[in-house]
């Protein structure tokens, strides 16, 4: 149960209830907190986090990108999150790392520039009832009418809690319209990701993916398509237009809690094999990767112990 976790806090862990803050923290009232979240996994060498030194550059950036102080150096994060999964016992799940502005503020302008740090480690099967996702079911999406936040209006490469409205807006018009997941475009109107996920689509057996620039650095997104790679699979990072979601083979999710989720309808369009091939041959490179059997990818892996 999430009650029997212990929490990293400010150089401390701390019972799961007593990881809070005030109501009128900056953090609260405005969502200027910057996260990560990552998975670890029980590989044949033992619980090991996957690509921890990229989450960790991603962390770096989103401060830099919106002039926050990080508490802890890179090494510092890096030890106390394999120490928070070591404290609580786990083999496999998720880590959240949140910074934050704990101060009571009623200003726009926060009252710190250093941020506050809190690691969080859980397993969905024991804590998280209901995060479960079927890769052989695969999932449905529609196009809302959200756009993905603009990047000249917002750091969308910094993975900060205030951007997030736009995804939770996509995903609340997804479920009202009877769709599990939501695509935004993006303001030119060529696609752009899901609320919390990258999209890939695959066309007469190219793997393609909306160029950098207006989406997240997603740590899947980038080692699905160091994967494909090895594999000998071209891929296309481009702008994309919204017609090939009608006319491509194959259309799947990535981030961090799926790896690789097929989409099997986008609003009225019914895909006829979900999962494809590509799909399939990807899902199970990543599983394999993060069960630590390919050892090509090893670097990928750090171990918990
Ligand atoms: C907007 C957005 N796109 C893509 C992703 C996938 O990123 P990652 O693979 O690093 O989990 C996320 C993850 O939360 C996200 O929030």
Redesign the pocket.
């Known amino acids: 149960m999430l009650e029997d976790r212990m929490v990293y806090l400010r150089g401390d862990f701390v019972p799961w209830s007593d990881a809070k803050v005030h109501l009128m923290s900056h953090s609260v009232g405005r969502g200027s907190a910057i996260f990560e979240?990552l998975s670890f996994h029980d590989t044949v060498h033992g619980p090991a986090v996957f690509r921890l030194d990229e989450h960790m550059d991603r962390l770096l950036a989103s401060a830099a990108l919106l002039g926050m102080e990080l508490p802890m150096s890179r090494e510092e994060f890096h030890r106390a999150v394999l120490e928070t999964v070591r404290r609580n016992g786990l083999r496999e799940g998720f880590i959240k790392i949140i910074c934050f502005y704990s101060q009571v503020a009623f200003d726009i302008f926060p009252p710190q520039r250093m941020l506050d740090a809190s690691i969080f480690a859980v397993d969905p099967a024991q804590d998280l009832k209901g995060m479960h996702f079927p890769f052989e079911k695969g999932t449905t999406a529609c196009i809302p009418k959200w756009r993905k936040l603009d990047p000249e209006t917002v750091p969308v490469e910094a993975k900060a809690a205030a951007n997030y409205l736009n995804?939770i807006m996509a995903k609340e018009e997804a479920r009202k319209r009877g769709f599990e997941e939501a695509i935004m475009l993006d303001t030119q109107g060529f696609i752009a990701?899901?609320?919390?996920?990258?999209i890939f689509l695959v066309k007469d057996g190219r793997l393609m993916t909306p160029a950098l620039g207006t989406?997240?650095k997603?740590?899947?997104?980038k080692s699905v398509l160091e994967v494909a790679r090895v594999m000998g699979i071209e891929t296309v990072e481009g702008r994309l237009r919204p017609e090939l979601f009608f006319t491509s083979e194959e259309i799947f999710f990535?981030?961090?809690p799926i790896k690789v989720l097929p989409v099997r309808q986008i609003e009225e369009r019914v895909l006829d094999k979900v999962p494809g091939p590509v799909t399939k041959k990807l899902f199970e490179a990543m599983r394999d990767i993060v069960s630590g059997k390919d050892e090509r990818f090893k670097a990928w892996l750090f171990p918990v112990s």
């Open positions: 979240v995804g990701e899901g609320g919390t996920e990258s989406v997240l997603s740590i899947s997104r990535s981030g961090t």
